[in-house]
């Protein structure tokens, strides 16, 4: 057999699984589905030197175990199908899965907003009309995997702890709380697309980003490459250390094919001038490992929340969270296929760090999906900062993914808009729409404004959106965010 079984292994020192009997990783099984229009590895274990056969919708694909019992073939590229069918898998025994579908295959990863579902969940408030929305969630042609919270100090070949595959329905979405931003994401693509969503759940309450991240991304980021999982020993494996995520529960499944991945996460890095590198060792890791290209990457800015309860000496110059929705919008200009998602406007309850709308989270999601990844027309972006101008004494600000241009949401005055002089100091601003993408800044006591904020607040939700329904990002003109 060619060396295409590394593309699996990806350099990657996983503990060796010696065994007869024909075995397939726990993400292939009944119910799943197979992503559509690209080569799909199919992989597992057997008797070395074993012959192994592998069948499904009409093709039938053999090889040779290799002396450490691993194997692997690729099925030629699939047509979408709502019509279910069996994969066949022959070495010695015969296991075969059913019930398989082929069409869209999305992972979902990140920390407690990707993991909240939809209803009940202690110590939260479940998702906006959750009862209704349960209710309704009956589409057998999407299909959900959940992976469960597990560590290793080292990449494993397979799952230890997971929810197979299971027809989306009230009842397997609430039985094993699934993603609420992923479901909606994915009942959008389903509907829109008409073909199979397959969705896999794969995320952890409260855990920073370096978890998630593989040893390879980092040494793929010449300012991370220093960050090395440690030595545990016998100690304890704390999931806040770099790598025992990604280990334990995105390395089992990395090689399954599928078109994207959707990532939520952000509050625990909150305050890391990094983050934008971060995102690049993560993204560009999980790429390298994949082995599927630069595969579409969308993923959530995090909503305003009230970090500070007592905001009475509160100063927007020291306040971490604005510099880190800068971080996010970064990282979203400067990795290839990437996207990112505003929620200034979808909060309810400032004191809650999970917010509820997680439907239209779900919604903008599929809509960068649908715009870039699918190629409808359809508006998915955010208004966002392309250019500043200073024209006496005024700050002319030019916006790019206007949609059909730029509007106050309530028809009031825009709010959350800033401005300072040479003095440094920002003043509460004047700003008004003159144009399709154009807003006039002015305040009185500032001849000759040097710089401009918008939404530099934990706690700002403006009103400056486009006519598409889509609120502007914030920024700081002090800390400009590169055009794409």
């Avoid at 030629?76 to 015969?94: D, F």
């Avoid at 994207?260 to 590198?277: F, H, I, K, P, V």
Wanted: hydrophobic fraction near 40%; glycine fraction near 8%; charge should be positive.
């Amino acid at each position: 057999m060619k060396k295409i079984w590394f593309f699996l292994a990806l350099s990657l020192v996983l503990t060796p699984i010696l065994q007869a009997e024909l075995t397939l990783p726990a993400i292939f099984g009944d119910n799943m589905v197979l992503q559509q229009q690209v080569a799909v590895p199919v992989w597992g274990w057997a008797a070395p030197g074993a012959n192994v056969t592998v069948k499904f919708a009409g093709q039938t694909k053999s090889t040779h175990v290799e002396a450490d019992g691993k194997w692997l073939v690729k099925l030629g590229k699939l047509k979408a199908s709502c019509l279910p069918q069996s994969l066949v898998i022959e070495s010695g025994g015969t296991k075969a899965f059913t019930n398989i579908l082929v069409g869209e295959v999305w992972l979902g990863s990140g920390q407690s907003n990707m993991e909240k579902p939809i209803g009940l969940q202690p110590g939260q408030k479940p998702v906006l009309n959750y009862e209704q929305e349960l209710s309704a969630a009956n589409y057998p042609n999407i299909r959900i995997f959940q992976v469960e919270k597990m560590l290793s100090a080292r990449p494993r070949q397979d799952l230890e702890k997971y929810h197979g595959w299971q027809e989306c329905s009230s009842n397997a979405l609430n039985s094993i709380s699934f993603s609420a931003a992923a479901y909606f994401f994915g009942r959008e693509i389903h509907t829109n697309l008409n073909v199979p969503v397959g969705l896999i759940e794969s995320s952890w309450g409260g855990t920073r980003i370096e978890p998630w991240t593989p040893l390879a991304g980092f040494q793929s980021v010449p300012a991370l490459a220093r960050i090395q999982p440690p030595d545990f020993g016998a100690n304890k494996i704390p999931n806040t250390a770099p790598t025992v995520l990604y280990n334990a529960m995105i390395a089992p499944i990395t090689g399954f094919a599928l078109r994207g991945a959707l990532w939520y996460q952000g509050e625990s890095n909150r305050g890391d001038t990094n983050y934008d590198l971060k995102m690049s060792a993560l993204i560009g890791g999980w790429r390298k490992l994949w082995n599927e290209g630069d595969f579409p990457f969308y993923f959530v800015q995090i909503a305003p929340f009230k970090y500070l309860k007592n905001l009475t000496n509160y100063s927007a110059d020291t306040d971490p969270l604005p510099h880190f929705w800068v971080q996010q919008a970064r990282a979203a200009r400067q990795i290839k296929h990437t996207g990112m998602v505003v929620t200034t406007d979808l909060v309810d309850d400032l004191s809650d760090i999970h917010p509820r709308d997680k439907a239209s989270v779900g919604h903008r999601l599929a809509l960068l999906a649908l715009a870039e990844t699918y190629g409808r027309e359809v508006p998915a972006k955010s208004p966002a900062l392309a250019r500043l101008k200073i024209a006496g004494n005024k700050a002319v600000l030019k916006f790019e993914h206007t949609h059909g241009g730029l509007v106050s949401k309530d028809n009031q005055p825009l709010t959350w808009f800033t401005i300072a002089g040479s003095d440094g100091k920002f003043m509460p601003a004047e700003a008004k729409i003159v144009g399709k993408d154009t807003v006039e800044v002015c305040a009185v006591g500032v001849d000759q404004p040097v710089a401009v904020r918008f939404a530099w607040n934990q706690i700002a939700q403006p009103n400056l959106f486009n006519a598409a329904g889509l609120p502007a990002e914030p920024f700081s003109t002090q800390d400009p965010v590169p055009q794409r």
